[in-house]
Nanobody, 116 residues
Framework: QVHLVESRGGLVQAGGSLRISCAAS????????VAWYRQVPGKQRELVAG???????KYADSVKGRFGISRDNAKNTVYLQMNNLKPEDTGIYYC??????????WGQGTQVTVSS
């Protein structure tokens, strides 16, 4: 059985930083495409950052230069480092792992709130 467990998000002031993690069991993240998605009320879930099995990464334009996605194969965990956070980064962040971004398995989500 596959489980993706996101770490607790939190409340951060604008300009601050936060790192969230996605720990996996039942699936080897290094063999899959792993991504962080963000959802806000009334909007579609959007890809924020992704990392392929080959370590190539992709980012939403809105977070380029501020967010970094990384993977620790030994811990079977993917991280999202978020710097210079903005109020518009507020949302529920979901971890996703599968053959392609948006497919496969999802975590339960973690709330990130950025105050102005």
């Amino acid at each position: 059985q596959v489980h993706l467990v996101e770490s607790r998000g939190g409340l951060v002031q604008a300009g601050g930083s936060l790192r969230i993690s996605c720990a996996a069991s039942g699936i080897i993240l290094s063999f899959n495409a792993v991504a962080w998605y963000r959802q806000v009320p009334g909007k579609q879930r959007e890809l924020v950052a992704g990392i392929s099995s080959g370590y190539s990464t992709k980012y939403a334009d809105s977070v380029k230069g501020r967010f970094g996605i990384s993977r620790d194969n030994a811990k079977n965990t993917v991280y999202l480092q978020m710097n210079n956070l903005k109020p518009e980064d507020t949302g529920i962040y979901y971890c996703n792992a599968g053959n392609s971004y948006g497919l496969g398995y999802w975590g339960q989500g973690t709330q990130v709130t950025v105050s102005s």
